[in-house]
C-alpha cells in the first residue's frame, strides 16, 4: 500500500511487459501507493482498469480524469485487521466468505462484463470503452439475473450486510484503542459476513429449486455465452 512497493512494479508492467490493457486490483484506490500506480498507469497510455472496494468512491473522479476506467465493488469490505484476528484461518475463512458475496450477489458478474467487452473491442482492433462503474446492490442482483424473488432479495440483503462490515472494522481498527471494545466489534463484523455469505448460499439454493441459475462460460472463441436450465447448452 506505500508507494515505493509499488512504483518498481507498476514500471516493469508498462515500460518492460506493455500489454494491451491492465486490470489494477487492490484495496483503497486513494491510499499513497495504489495512487503513485494511478499516476504511472496514467502516464503510460495504456489502457486501464482499476478494481476497488468502496474507499475508492473519494477518488473516482479522479480517476475519470486521469482516463482510467474502474469498478468499484461496495461488498468487498476490508478484514478486521487487528492482530487478535490476522490468524491464518480468520484471514482465509473471511476472504472464502468476500468471495461468496462479490460472486453470488451478482458483483462478480458485472465484473466479469466490463472486462469481456474490454478484451471484445482490443481483439476486433478498437478503442474500448473503459468501464465507469459502481456497484450497489441493484445493480449486481440485476445483472445475476435471479428468477425468484426471494433469491434476489436475500442477495440484495447479503450485499449490503458485507457493506456495512466494512463500516464495522474500519470503527473497530481506527476509532476504538481499548481491546476489550475493539475486539467485539470486529470479531462482530466478521459475523455480519459469515451471515451475508450464507444468505447468498440460501438465495442459490432457491435459484437451484426452480431450475434457474444463471450460468454465463466463455466459448472456445471467447463469447460470452448464457444459461439457466442445469441441463441446456450455453447459446
Do not use: W
Request: contains cysteine; proline residues 7%; glycine residues 6%.
Amino acid at each position: 500500500m506505500d508507494p515505493e512497493s509499488v512504483e518498481d512494479v507498476t514500471k516493469k508492467m508498462v515500460e518492460d511487459i506493455k500489454p494491451d490493457f491492465i486490470i489494477y486490483v487492490g484495496p483503497n484506490p486513494a491510499a499513497p501507493g495504489p495512487k503513485k500506480a494511478r499516476e504511472i498507469l496514467s502516464q503510460s497510455g495504456i489502457p486501464t482498469i482499476i478494481i476497488g472496494d468502496a474507499p475508492g468512491l473519494r477518488v473516482k473522479d479522479e480517476m475519470e480524469q486521469q482516463g482510467l476506467g474502474y469498478i468499484i465493488v461496495k461488498c468487498d469490505p476490508m478484514i478486521g485487521a487487528r492482530r487478535e484476528f490476522l490468524d491464518p484461518v480468520e484471514m482465509a475463512l473471511f476472504n472464502a466468505d468476500v468471495i461468496r458475496v462479490v460472486a453470488g450477489t451478482g458483483a462478480l458478474r458485472i465484473v466479469q462484463e466490463a472486462i469481456d467487452k474490454v478484451i471484445d473491442a482490443i481483439k476486433e482492433g478498437k478503442e474500448p470503452e473503459l468501464p465507469r462503474i459502481v456497484i450497489n446492490e441493484e445493480k449486481a442482483v440485476e445483472a445475476m439475473e435471479f428468477t425468484n424473488p426471494y433469491a434476489k432479495v436475500k442477495a440484495m440483503a447479503a450485499f449490503v450486510i458485507a457493506e456495512k462490515v466494512g463500516d464495522v472494522d474500519v470503527k473497530g481498527c481506527f476509532m476504538t484503542k481499548e481491546a476489550e471494545k475493539y475486539i467485539p466489534i470486529v470479531a462482530s463484523a466478521h459475523e455480519m459476513l459469515r451471515y451475508a455469505a450464507k444468505l447468498v448460499d440460501e438465495a442459490r439454493e432457491l435459484e437451484k429449486a426452480m431450475d434457474a441459475v444463471s450460468r454465463k462460460p466463455h466459448s472456445t472463441e471467447g463469447k460470452r455465452l448464457s444459461k439457466k436450465a442445469l441441463m441446456e447448452k450455453p447459446q
